[in-house]
């Protein structure tokens, strides 16, 4: 069985592959006009905190599980049980993580369906292909099914590619793409007029707001799905750890890397929104609150791009190149989930695993799109807010609770021959018992009431 095992060839590899999991639509659509819309500076200095203090040991629990089990989650959450009656539920736990991953896969894969087409739409209208390009932009149910199918594809083709091969080969290259380019539309969105108001409200703290209750949790929730946690992603992104790696660091950096891309996609985003602006685009909903996701993407940001001419269409092509490469590092690492699943549980051989389970994630995918006015909302309520929350926990509690003390510590050793003096060791054995366990409940409790 050790032989169907993946592992990430160096510490660069892991970093790339684990923050092109965590940098995706969440961070660049989602952060930005949230911190707008709720303080400002102040909602980010919410969100720093709560990112590092609670997502982050969060994180840990998943890397350090996987890593010392060196398997995917049914296995790992397994392995670390000390009854057979824990072991069993630990091991539903892991399926259940499974399907909520594919899950998140089926609608997610739909969006970035979006993005790619929104690209190509661009590219066409470029070359004057104007009947096409209205067709790449329009909701339709062909446009729809067919971008869907082709981004599971690709996504298919790098995780069959394997661990080191496909996930972290395509990570490396095509993150310092999207940090590149991200920094590229920034520069030249700055230039523009009206760009410096946008900063102006992005960065204008107003604590009376950031420090509600509601949108501490909300912050915690974002901060959860940016970081891909409760699902195993990150487990099974640790389990191909080598052992002689300090992972609290490599979960420092990974971290550090999520939040920062969020904060600098605020650069790009706000200031874009208020060159809109300046140029005769509605950015204000009806409720006078700066317009948000999809409607921000994909008619905002449309409407600044026609109004910039030839210009427009460049950075159009470019902005929309970015979203897709950040939906697709975070694509092949739900769809890893499983995969690894498959091979090492079931022995199935990675060429049929990932293209069998994706036409499934697929097929799923397909549903909604029918239904799409009924199931999109619903499935993403379901997955992000209930399913990672829940699953959340239960990797906080295995980790935590279930797992003996000495077995982490010595986990930890491996990469860290003095990690009991480490400050690591002094906070995180306590948050991830206590702390991390309520504020996940807390947040559940708030999703079910609300
Ligand atoms: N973190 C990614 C984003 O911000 C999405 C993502 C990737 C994800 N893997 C996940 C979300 C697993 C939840 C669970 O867009």
Known sequence: MASTRGEFSSRFGFIMAASGSAVGLGNIWGF???????????????????????????????????????????????????????????????????????????????????????????????????????WLTAFGLGR?????????????????????????????????ILIITLLVLIAYVLTLEGATE?????????FSRSLSPDLILRALGAAFFSLSLGVGTMLVYGSYVKDDENLPLLGGVVTLIDISIAVLAGFLIMPAMYVALQNGVEIFGEDGTLI?????????????????????????????????????????SMLEVSVAYATESRGVKRRWAAPLIACGIAAASTLIIFDFS??????????????QPLLGFIFCLYAGWIWQRDGVLQ????????????????IWPWYVRLVCPTIILCIFAQATLA
């Not at 000390?82 to 594919?102: C, E, Q």
């Not at 946008?198 to 107003?206: A, F, N």
């Not at 109004?307 to 950075?315: A, L, N």
């Open 411 to 426: 986990e930890l050793r491996k990469g860290n021959p003095d990690a009991e003096h480490s400050l690591f060791w002094k």
């Open 374 to 387: 009924n199931l999109f909302s619903m499935v993403i309520t379901l997955t992000t807010r209930y399913g």
């Open 292 to 332: 948000s996701e999809d409607t921000l993407i994909f008619t905002v940001l449309p409407e600044l791009f026609a109004t910039m001419g030839t210009t427009g269409v460049i950075v159009s092509i470019t902005f929309f190149f970015l979203m897709s490469i950040a939906a697709l590092t975070s694509s092949i």
């Open 32 to 134: 930005p006009t949230q911190a707008a819309g709720n303080g400002g500076a102040a909602f980010l200095a919410v969100y720093l905190v709560l990112a590092f203090t609670l997502a982050y040991p969060a994180l840990m629990a998943e890397l350090i599980i996987g890593r010392h089990a060196h398997s995917n989650p049914v296995q790992a959450l397994r392995a670390i049980s000390r009854t057979p009656l824990l072991a069993n539920i630990g091991a539903a736990g892991g399926m259940a993580g499974l399907v909520i991953a594919s899950l998140i896969l089926s609608f997610y894969a739909i969006v970035a369906g979006w993005m790619v087409a929104f690209c190509l739409a661009s590219l066409v209208g470029l070359m004057g292909a104007e009947e096409a390009s209205q």
């Open 198 to 206: 946008g900063l102006r409200v992005y960065l204008l703290p107003d």
């Open 144 to 176: 729809n099914l067919v971008f869907t199918y082709l981004f599971i594809a690709l996504t298919a083709l790098i995780v069959t590619a394997g661990v080191k091969q496909g996930i972290e080969r395509w990570s490396e290259r095509l993150m310092p």
